[in-house]
């Protein structure tokens, strides 16, 4: 019986073991290198224990003839174990080699398509930005702004500062000229130049004074461009003045949703 337990308790050590094989380290993988090569140990001194019982077996004894039975049943269990941790083994070292080839090869494509748009931006940054309008109709204060529009969101910011411009000087009584002011201003900022960006927003209007829808948004660009400039008391005159004069408008409640976040 002392037998039986040793040898179910080096079985179920071994069956165990192939279910951690996949993905440890080396050094795991020794250890069940090392425990095999004990399992082949094992069944060696099992056979000559085997071969010495029968040979002083007691033909009449079947207590002994049953343990003999018990330990061959052993053994090859433990051959079957011996065997399936060779072949989990094997399976795992495939398993973690061939895994590693799709990496390889998933980082080789990852790193072909990076390259291929970084060429595809230096393309596009590099293209000539064509107007959005070929040619403008003199004395079409639409179309005019229009294309300052269209201008702007293709990112021909120059383009569009020119179009705006004209139009306010061109159309200073439009209800559209504070539009156009503004998006003069917006346009300042795009291109990162925040100090012209504000002598334009500050064009827009004069609160409460001023009617102009876009006021309210360039009050709050003006702010934006003054945290860009790092003068931060600069900044925050203007989001006051925000609140005070247009606290129900959506630039307000954007403003109150950046002093949140900070």
Partial sequence: MRYRFAFMMILLTVLFLPLGAYGKSDKDKDQMKAAIDDLKSEVVILERQITDLRQGLDRNSGQMGTLITQIADNVNAMRQAQSRVADSAGGAVSAVNGLGEQLGATNDRINRLSGQIEELKKLVENMPKLPAFAQITPGDPEQLFAAGIADYHRGN????LSEFRTYVD????????????????ESQFAKHDYEEAI?????????PTSKCEKLPGAIYKKAKAYQQLNQP???QAELTK???YYSHSNEAELARQDQTQH
């Fill in 233 to 235: 008391e600069a900044a």
């Fill in 199 to 207: 002598k334009d927003y500050d064009l827009v209007g004069t609160p």
């Fill in 157 to 160: 910011y120059d383009l569009a």
């Fill in 170 to 185: 061109s159309y200073p009584q439009s209800t559209m000229a504070c539009f156009a002011q503004f998006w003069l201003g």
């Fill in 242 to 244: 925000l609140q005070k």
